[in-house]
């Protein structure tokens, strides 16, 4: 009578004992993943978005186009994928940069490594200069100052019209402290366009704003115009004729033969704007998020992007243009450092860079 085992058969409750083996082994394995999946699972506390911009005066309210730089509020949270809920692409990174470029209401969305999201609702308008509506000042320029300042000069700007308060701001850096007088100063670090703005009276509906071009400042003599040779033809003659048959006649005044001497204008070659080699790496992170192209870079490399060297890694030559192309609207990139060297002239001949690819070590 069968009870289930028997030292023949090398069987229990039915089952080879290679079976029961196989069964054991494979649970055992299950148990050890297990384990060390609820072992390493990562846990994450929850955490908010800081939002850092020129606002409407309301909460989470910015403008159209302008710059908004959002990160965690707190440190733990890492790795994190941005999403701005206007159809553009994420990114990747503990920090972001964003600009809508719409009037509206959108969804920040943040997703740390570990699963936690985090979100805020931010507001977009569209931002209006308002015209002075009484008439004995419409004749003031509510803001006046210089359009083109160079970069490192201390420029001040003033209000002729009078108010109760001023609020003085660059829209577009955020960096500027708000200053609260008639007379604003600044000092711009790098070339470009900058928007100044003026409240005036806290009040939404007197908002001024000033457009203005920092210029980079160049030493004198730093970089010279290359002088293009200009082609003189020599002056041309008109051959005696030796076989004429009617004699001109003795008093006809000789002809006029010698050909009044014209110059090939000489060709305008385009400035050259210097700018800090931190300047380079703004310009290239832009690159790497599909946001410019290689030729926004002619305007500072005497010898263009085609022709200026770049040494990648300290290792890696290429040129301003394959770099760039290799780099464009690759969001694995990250630009770590940019240095320059120049010549005499402080043009550019070598870009050095220094870049990783992110999930390597």
Known sequence: ?????????RARMGLDIKVW???????????????????????????????????????????????????PDKSNAREIVWDFGD??????????????????TYNITATA????????????????????NTAPLMMLDPISGPDTPHTGESVKYYSAVKANSYEWTVVNSPNFSTQKDSLATYKFLIGGTQYIQLKLDNDPKKIYRKTINVLQKVNKGSYIIPVVPVYIPPSVKIPENTTTVNKEPANKEPANTNI????????????????????????LELVVQGK?????????????????????????????TQFCQTIRGNKKIIIKSVSSKRDDKKCVTILYVEYKKKGLF
């Open 292 to 320: 410019q192209d290689v030729q926004s870079f002619n305007q500072f490399l005497c010898s263009g992007t085609d022709a200026t060297k770049l040494l990648a890694n300290g290792k890696e030559w290429s040129t301003v």
């Open 21 to 71: 083996l196989t069964m054991l082994v494979v649970a055992v394995i299950c148990a050890t993943v297990f384990g060390f999946k609820v072992f390493n699972k990562n846990h994450c506390a929850p955490f908010g978005i800081l939002i850092k911009g020129f606002t409407t005066g309301k909460s989470n309210s910015y403008y159209v186009s302008e710059t908004i730089t959002l990160s």
């Open 260 to 283: 009044p001497v014209t110059s090939t204008p000489a060709v305008k070659t385009p400035k050259i704007y210097f700018i800090p080699d931190q300047e380079f790496q703004s310009m």
């Open 87 to 104: 159809g553009t692409t994420q990114i990747e990174g503990d920090s972001a940069k964003h600009s809508f470029l719409r009037e509206g």
């Open 113 to 132: 490594y570990g699963g936690c999201i985090a979100s805020e609702i931010v507001t977009i308008a569209q931002l209006n200069t308002q015209q002075i």
């Open 1 to 9: 009578m069968s009870n289930g085992y028997s030292i023949f058969t």
